[in-house]
């Protein structure tokens, strides 16, 4: 179990951050209930996969809102495979059509460089 800051270290992602994405229903810390009760919070191993799924997922141009759908899928209990799959697959056709719009802007920018090449 991690409190926040020790979540932030591991998962190189900050604080505020870490609050937003629990306030967004994406991640879920525990308080301990033990003898001497406290308020601070505490994270598990999962809490870090989850916060490196979000990650990756921004890292390529998805929505919060895509992100959080995505989120809810994956480790959601309530969806059928059928519906799982469905989503995956939805989410997947959009990183292809994303891939799709950066190759072209990659071959522009090449032409473009070319082009200023010419007048070197």
């Not at 994406?26 to 989850?50: F, H, P």
């Amino acid at each position: 179990m991690y409190l926040i800051n020790q979540l932030a270290k591991l998962s190189k992602v900050s604080i505020p951050t870490i609050k937003l994405y629990e306030k967004l229903g994406l991640i879920k810390g525990k308080k301990n209930s033990g003898v001497r009760n406290t308020q601070y919070t505490y994270y598990d191993a999962e809490t870090i996969e989850r916060i490196e799924l979000i990650e990756e997922c921004r890292s390529v141009g998805m929505t919060m809102p895509e992100v959080t759908k995505l989120i809810k899928v994956w480790y959601g209990q309530r969806i059928s495979n059928a519906r799982r799959t469905l989503v995956l697959k939805e989410k997947l056709e959009i990183l292809h059509q994303k891939e799709q719009k950066i190759n072209d802007i990659q071959k522009r920018v090449n032409i473009l460089l070319g082009e200023i090449s010419k007048f070197s």
